[in-house]
């Protein structure tokens, strides 16, 4: 569609190269793309492809976000290249660089062998007690039973999680977010939740069955199996289709130098995770309203005179200010944890129908503030009778 629109504006695109033959590490490159309205940023790579340079490497399939081979690093957030447009980011500069916390085996292409391994390791299909033949019929569920795992079955294994799991940069042998959905979308379906028949590497534990091992794929013929060639072995069947270019003296061009970025310490400060920084942090400031009045109820069972020590404390310029600020947090604490709350929990289905997760975070928020209301309305009130 968009060749058929005009390009009538320009947007500035900067790149992170690697080529591993030449580059001993990755340099940002800079590209101006004429674009239009409709224009994808995978588009905006093409379009540089086609017209300015031949050699930039990137992933991708399908066009349009089912398949997960675009992730990339645009303007420091995983997304997919292909469900991400250029009107939305114009009119500044958009940064890409390669998928955070893997190998770059080239520009915008990153190893995926371990992601594939860490899935490889888990089972992420359905395993009945025993067979179900068609003409049983299909094997029904109600909404509910489906709204269990419903949300993890709509991972499509992009990467993206991994990019975004500081976790799983900082220690690369955790299984990571993306096999850790499949296995909570496996373990809450109700088609096989008692059914499985323990094997090697397999775990129950409080009548949930637990995926491990390593036995993905042992239904699915060899050539099917994605990632069953190694990288290499890909590179030299490649080779044979291609004329090599001449390689610098000294290097081959087969030759793989997988480049891994080192993780930023300073990652929790930074976009996008700075709100969850926060949103932690504001934690303490529960823990220490928890802590201020527990030493009131300590003081209330001490006897008047402790606690009236406590209420001059209490009322003190310092104190209110620190009060103050405390509430500040909790509520930014309150109001974040009901907003978080709903897109961690499986779908709430009532009367058959999804409860949408805005009316969860407003209705939680309503209910702890008049929790909290009644709460400050009792205590003014024994305040009053005593
Ligand atoms: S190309 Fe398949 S998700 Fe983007």
Avoid at 191 to 197: D, E, K, Q, W
Avoid at 265 to 278: I, S
């Amino acid at each position: 569609m968009s060749d058929v629109m005009e390009r009538s504006k320009t947007i500035e695109l900067r790149v992170l190269r690697y080529r591993p033959v030449s580059d001993a590490e990755p340099v940002f490159e800079t590209f101006q793309v004429p674009y239009s309205d409709d224009m994808s940023v995978l588009q905006a790579l093409q379009s540089i492809k086609d017209s300015q340079d031949g050699t930039l490497s990137f992933r991708w399939s399908c066009r349009m976000a089912v398949c997960g081979s675009c992730g990339m690093m645009i303007n420091g957030d995983p997304k997919l290249a292909c469900e991400t447009f250029l009107r939305d980011l114009a009119p500044n500069p958009v940064v890409i660089e390669p998928l955070r916390n893997f190998p770059i085996e080239r520009d915008l292409v990153v190893t995926v062998g371990d992601f594939v391994k860490k899935i490889e390791s888990i089972y992420p299909y359905i395993m009945p007690k025993a067979p179900r033949s068609v003409e049983e019929g299909a094997w029904l569920q109600t909404p509910a039973q489906m709204a269990a795992y419903e949300s993890f079955a709509d991972c499509i294994n992009c990467m993206l999680c991994y990019a975004a799991c500081p976790q799983f940069g900082a220690n690369p042998h955790f299984i990571g977010p993306g096999a850790m959905a499949l296995l909570q979308r496996y373990n809450s379906d109700s088609r096989y939740r008692t059914a499985h028949t323990a094997g090697p590497g397999v775990g129950r534990g409080r009548g949930v069955v637990v995926h491990g091992g390593r036995r993905l794929f042992r239904c699915v013929s060899e050539t099917g199996r994605s990632g069953q060639r190694g990288q290499s072995e890909q590179d030299q069947q490649r080779g044979r289709l291609l004329l090599a270019p001449a390689a610098p003296e000294g290097r081959a061009m087969s030759e793989r130098r997988p480049y891994l970025r080192a993780q930023d310490p300073y990652w929790w400060a930074r976009k996008p995770y700075l709100g969850y920084t926060l949103r932690e942090l504001t934690g303490v400031a529960v823990a220490l309203y928890g802590a201020i009045l527990l030493a009131g109820l300590i003081c209330l069972c001490r006897g008047k005179d402790s606690f009236d020590a406590y209420r001059r404390i209490l009322s003190g310029d310092v104190s209110l200010l620190v009060h103050l600020l405390l509430l500040v947090a909790v509520v930014w604490h309150v109001v974040t944890w009901f907003q978080t709350m709903p897109k961690t929990m499986p779908k709430l289905i009532v009367g058959g129908r999804q409860v949408p997760q805005q009316r969860m975070t407003v209705i939680g928020v309503a209910l702890a503030a008049l929790c909290s209301a009644a709460l400050l309305a009792a205590v003014v009130m024994v305040g009053r009778w005593s």
